[in-house]
Structure formats: C-alpha cells, structure tokens
C-alpha cells in the first residue's frame, strides 16, 4: 500500500453547504439589492468566519498577557474587519478592471461582494487602516496589536484557505507529483487545451502549510525573548526575561509576519493559473508580496533602530487599564519619553555602578 496519495480530491459541491438569505426587503432602501436577491453562504464564508473567531480568540489572549483589558480586541476589530473587507474588495475591483469595467458592465457589480471578489492584500491595508482607528479610540499600542495579530493573521489565513478547496479554485499549474489536486475538467478555471484528469498543485494546500508553520516560526522568536507578566501593587507589570535589546516589540513581530507571508505568497502567487492582472511580466498579486517583503524589512530595521527597548504597555501614556482595585502609581509619561527605550540604558548603568563599586572596595579578611 502506498504511503501518499496518488492524487487530492476535490470535495463535492454539495460540501458547500449553500445557506440562502433572502435580503429582498432591503430593495425599497438600497436599490442595488435585487427584489429577489437572496446572499448564499457558502463553507468558503463559514471558512473565513471560523478564521477570524479563532484570531480574535488568540489575540485577546495575547493582548491579556501584555497586561490588557480582556476583550479589548472587539473594540478594535469592530473597525478593522469592515475596513478590511472594503479594501479586500476595492483591492481586488482595481486588480481585475476588465470583469467590472466594460460597455454594458452593471456599475453596482463592483460592490456586491456576496457574488465572489476579494484580495487579501487589500484587507491588510483596510484592515490596518481600521485598526488604527480602534487602536486610537481604545488606547492600545498599534504596534502592540499588530504584534499581538501576527501569528494570528497567519491562523485566520490558513482556514480561509481550507474554503478555497471547498470552491474548487485558486490552484496551481499542472503537475504529476503524488499530492496533485483533482479538477473538474468543468471548472471555468480549467485550463484550455489539457486533459480530463490533468491534476494541479495544491497552492490552497501548500499556503496552509506555510502559515502553519509560520506560526511556529513566529512563537519560536518571541520565546527566545518572552515578556512573562507579574503582579506588582495590585498591576499587571511585563517583566522581560532575555536580552531587551532583541526584544520583538513595537511592530517587529508584525514585520516578521509580512516578511514571511511575503516570501510564500510570491512563490504560491507564481504557479497559480486563475487569470490575474499583469504587470512588466509579473502577476500584480505577486508585486503585493514583494512590495510585503520590502516593507517588512524596512519596518524591522526602522523599530529596531528606533525603540531597542521593551515596550513599558500596552497602552500609550494615559490610557493604561487599571482593574477593579488596582493602586495608582501616579506615573504618567509623554510620547517622547518612551520609557521602555531607557530600560536598557538603566540597566547598563547600574551594572557599570556596580562594576565600580566593587573594584574600589578593600579585601577584608
């Protein structure tokens, strides 16, 4: 018996599992809803709502052990996830002009979202976009919840994928490898001219491998410089343990992230055969990942250069969350001072006192 697979299946369309909404009530207020329109959920949606379930599930816990308020991440979410459905939307409208720009196209088509189209480097822009704004409404760091999000993105992204299986799109060139999927010669994807039974690279397969490890990858570099959290006086206080000088804060996690999704999408994007966008020879999904790398790189060096302490909170000066009977210390600091920044500088200080102290004592017997 062999050890692989000869080939993946794709699922049967009845593993869709279409739930049908009839939202025809909306027509007297939004004249782009049909009278009859109803909005089918497919496993693909339910894919993506799982996904972000689970990472709004991780960030809270990571943002809780940065000393946060528990739930804290809906306030910043509320804002982030419609944001970024608008830019995954607009993203993929701008990238695929031809299926919504030509005589006789009906204009409303480029909002309707429920007929398929989205992009996920848009919703990363949108998504930020939204996030800064519930990062300033709530207090939070931004740069502490993007590292907060990081692995998580990369979990929300691998599920999202599973739904790309589902749907029976979004693979890869031909190939003869134990693991090629299976593809309806049916499929509008379907590339013209190969045979019935040409089976294809499992890109849905190979991006959920990637951000799964991804994932590992990322967790791996934050314990080698963990922040472990304690009680002080009735407050949550991170207390860094390893070398702060490489501690991944202050977006660093978040660029190792864009670093790495970059690097896999670039190949993924590559080998796909659905039509997309071209541009000087190259797919314009694949321009997003290196245009991910670049600015992973640059955001990574630019934080390391510019905060080579630990972040002092989770929250910017002022707006720290204090539970139910905690003490106020009464310490407050400005933007400039950032006193994570000078955490290091203290410590070298007072290892250099030290040092001196000892090396001017008298040897008593």
Not at 105 to 112: G, N, Q, S
Not at 129 to 158: E, H, N, Y
Not at 249 to 255: H, L, M
Not at 289 to 302: D, E, K, M, N, S
């Amino acid at each position: 018996m062999p050890l692989l697979p000869l080939s993946i299946p794709s699922p049967p369309e009845q593993w869709q599992i279409p739930i049908n909404i009839p939202i025809g009530w909306l027509h007297s207020v939004l004249p782009i809803v049909g009278e009859n329109q109803v909005i089918a959920i497919h496993t693909y949606a339910l894919c993506i709502l799982a996904g972000i379930i689970a990472a709004t599930m991780l960030v809270n816990s990571r943002l809780k052990r940065r000393g946060a308020e528990p739930g804290i991440v809906l306030d910043v979410i509320i804002w982030a996830v419609p944001l970024g459905l608008v830019g995954a939307r607009a993203y993929h409208v701008l990238t695929h002009p031809a299926d919504y720009f030509f005589d006789g196209a009906d204009p409303w088509e480029v909002i309707r979202i429920w007929n398929g189209g989205n992009a996920l480097f848009g919703s990363l822009i949108g998504g930020a976009v939204g996030a800064w704004i519930g990062c300033k409404l709530s207090g939070i760091r931004f740069w502490t919840f993007a590292d907060a999000l990081a692995p998580a993105m990369l979990l929300a992204q691998a599920m999202g994928r599973l739904g790309n299986y589902f749907n029976h799109e979004l693979f890869g060139q031909p190939t003869d490898l134990p693991w090629g999927l299976e593809v309806e010669s049916t499929n509008s994807a379907f590339p013209v001219g190969l045979a019935e039974g040409t089976l294809f690279h499992p890109t849905f397969l190979y991006e959920m491998i990637w951000n799964v490890v991804g994932i590992v990858f990322l967790f791996t570099m934050e314990r080698r410089y963990r922040l472990v959290t304690k009680t002080v006086v009735g407050l949550s206080i991170p207390v860094p343990v390893g070398d702060p000088v490489a501690r991944l804060q202050w977006g660093k996690v978040w660029a190792l992230y864009m670093i790495w999704y970059g690097v896999g999408r670039a190949w993924f994007e590559s080998i796909r055969v659905d039509p997309s966008e071209v541009f000087l020879g190259i797919r314009t999904n694949v321009w997003g990942a290196i245009a991910a790398i670049i600015l992973g790189v640059i955001l990574f060096g630019y934080q390391s250069r510019r905060h080579p302490g630990v972040e002092p909170s989770a929250y910017v000066p002022g707006r720290e969350w204090k539970p139910d009977g905690a003490v106020d210390l009464k310490q407050t600091y400005s933007d400039s001072d950032e006193p994570g920044d000078e955490a290091l500088a203290s410590a070298d200080e007072a290892s250099t006192d030290k040092l001196a102290t000892s090396g001017s004592g008298t040897t008593r017997s």
